[in-house]
């Protein structure tokens, strides 16, 4: 079977995986964010995503553990009144934005990069050879959030929950009680776009039916 790693610590991008029914493993890159940025000089909120998505899938794919196998790395930057918003980390931070964020919109931008780790020549499994694809795709939603309370900040910043997460906000946390619509693809707010990730393997010549593990999704109540 066609090995997909995600290079990514996040519990909600594995959990989308999961809930899709798509077989994977998790190896977590050791990249620093800020470190990358500053070497690029990337600003840009779109070109940002892309660039530490790219990093992250790298890094895992440098591993002797990827040999073999397909590497997914993602990123998520938060784009507001035409600033990119990474994760705050502190309480502060968090709350200056969500005030501003407060009956208001933004973009989120999710960069997604794969790289194929198979043996162009042939897979010594028996599987299909490799196609020696690299290549990525950014997938961007607007996303509408209700007024919020300042008490309702609060007690979110007190949860914990949005101090890693990029824009100081979850869909699908406690923070989706604040967003009211979502324009694009919600998957992507989430932090992996399934169609784009679809849309990546069949350039390295891969079904994502192949990586269905029908054990696994969830079904429909």
Same mark, same amino acid.
């Given at each position: 079977m066609t090995r997909l790693i995600l290079a990514s610590q996040s519990p909600a991008r594995t959990k989308l995986l999961t809930d899709a029914g798509i077989a994977h493993e998790i190896l977590v890159s050791d990249v620093d964010e800020d470190a990358v940025q500053a070497r690029y000089g990337v600003t840009d909120p779109h070109d940002t995503a892309l660039l530490l998505a790219r990093a992250k899938a790298e890094a895992v794919a440098s591993l002797p553990e990827a040999d073999g196998a397909l590497v997914i790395g993602c990123d998520s930057v938060f784009e507001?009144?035409?600033?990119?918003?990474?994760?705050?980390?502190?309480?502060?931070?968090?709350?200056?934005?969500?005030?501003?964020?407060?009956?208001?919109?933004?973009?989120?931008?999710? @960069?997604?990069?794969l790289i194929?780790?198979?043996?162009?020549?042939? #897979? /010594?499994?028996?599987?299909?050879?490799? =196609?020696?694809? %690299?290549l990525g795709s950014v997938t961007s939603a607007e996303v509408h959030f209700?007024?919020?309370?300042?008490?309702?900040?609060?007690?979110?910043?007190?949860?914990?929950?949005?101090?890693?997460?990029?824009?100081?906000?979850?869909?699908? @946390?406690f923070g989706g009680a604040f967003i009211h619509k979502v324009d694009g #693809? /919600?998957?992507?707010?989430?932090?992996? =776009?399934?169609? %784009?990730?679809?849309?990546?393997?069949?350039?390295?010549?891969?079904?994502?039916?192949?990586?269905?593990?029908?054990g696994t999704a969830v079904p429909a109540e």
């Open positions: 507001f009144d035409g600033e990119a918003h990474g994760k705050p980390y502190t309480a502060d931070v968090a709350r200056e934005r969500m005030l501003r964020m407060s009956g208001s919109k933004g973009v989120l931008h999710t @960069g997604h990069w194929d780790c198979r043996d162009t020549d042939r #897979d /010594p499994a028996g599987g299909a050879a490799g =196609s020696g694809a %690299t209700t007024e919020m309370t300042e008490a309702e900040i609060d007690a979110y910043i007190a949860t914990g929950e949005p101090l890693h997460c990029a824009g100081s906000f979850t869909i699908d @946390g #693809d /919600p998957h992507t707010v989430v932090g992996l =776009s399934i169609s %784009t990730l679809r849309g990546l393997l069949n350039h390295a010549h891969v079904g994502i039916t192949e990586l269905w593990d029908t």
